[in-house]
């Protein structure tokens, strides 16, 4: 089956630092990648949209010089969590779009628990 | 605007109960509606979709209905077991699925022994 990697898993940090979070599709070539956060008890909530080469689509209200995405290969994506701040702390997912599947479902990581300090 | 309504917020069942969670939509756009099953401290994983040209899919114990008409679908768990115990988001996309996935706010279900 398709299967998504996220590293770390988890990742404590000091307020004001930076930290980056990788997305792997480990068996599979995946033309986009979406972010997610997620709060506790809530729902997923979508950051940008990330396709392999080129810039990323952020959501309203998602600030995207906080959130730097790079897609830089069929396989990999990053989110670079911007001098980060206790308000950010939350569950960060990402999922990957299989074009081997004619529906183009998208195959979700484990996650990233973030807490800032 | 929330474009996936989802009830109810919270679910018990007795185990070998039927679950039974709703979800509504309004973008007539939307042709793609899976179900996701997430466990606490886990990432969603696909339990089954469905695309409006079925009005019923099933897979093992889960079944999704979907009334286009009316523009519901819902998630049936058939013989529910404490190893269900999990939050079930709907979502719904445009474009066969690759568009961006909109979720529903989730049911937390809790499959009592």
């Known amino acids: 089956g398709a299967v998504v990697s996220q590293h770390p898993s988890r990742v404590i940090c000091k307020s004001g630092t930076s930290v980056k979070i990788e997305c792997r599709s480990l068996?599979?070539?995946?033309?986009?990648m979406f972010w997610y956060r997620q709060f506790p008890k809530q729902s997923l909530m979508l950051m940008a949209t990330?396709?392999?080469?080129?810039?990323?689509?952020?959501e309203q209200g998602v600030e995207k010089d906080k959130f730097l995405i790079n897609h830089a290969s069929l396989t990999l994506s990053t989110l670079t969590v911007t001098s980060a701040h206790p308000e950010d702390s939350s569950f960060y997912i990402c999922?990957?779009?299989?074009?081997?599947?004619?529906?183009?479902?998208?195959?979700f990581g484990p996650g990233t628990r973030l807490t800032v300090l | 605007q929330q474009q996936v309504k989802q009830s109810p917020q919270s679910l018990i069942v007795q185990k070998g109960g039927i679950s039974i969670i709703n979800c509504a939509y309004e973008?007539?756009?939307?042709?793609?509606f899976p179900w996701y099953q997430q466990f606490p401290g886990k990432g969603p994983a696909l339990l089954i979709a469905?695309?409006?040209?079925?009005s019923e899919k099933k897979e093992g114990r889960f079944t999704i209905s979907f009334n286009k008409s009316a523009k519901q679908f819902s998630l049936h768990i058939m013989d529910s077991q404490p190893g269900d115990s999990a939050t079930y988001f709907c979502?719904?996309?445009?474009?066969?699925?690759?568009?961006?996935?909109?979720f529903g706010k989730g049911t937390k279900l809790t499959v009592n022994p």
């Open positions: 999922s990957a779009d299989s074009s081997r599947t004619p529906i183009g479902e998208q195959f």
């Open positions: 068996d599979f070539q995946a033309t986009t």
């Open positions: 990330s396709n392999e080469g080129s810039k990323a689509t952020y």
């Open positions: 973008n007539t756009a939307f042709d793609y």
């Open positions: 469905i695309r409006p040209d079925v």
């Open positions: 979502a719904a996309s445009a474009q066969g699925g690759s568009e961006k996935l909109v």
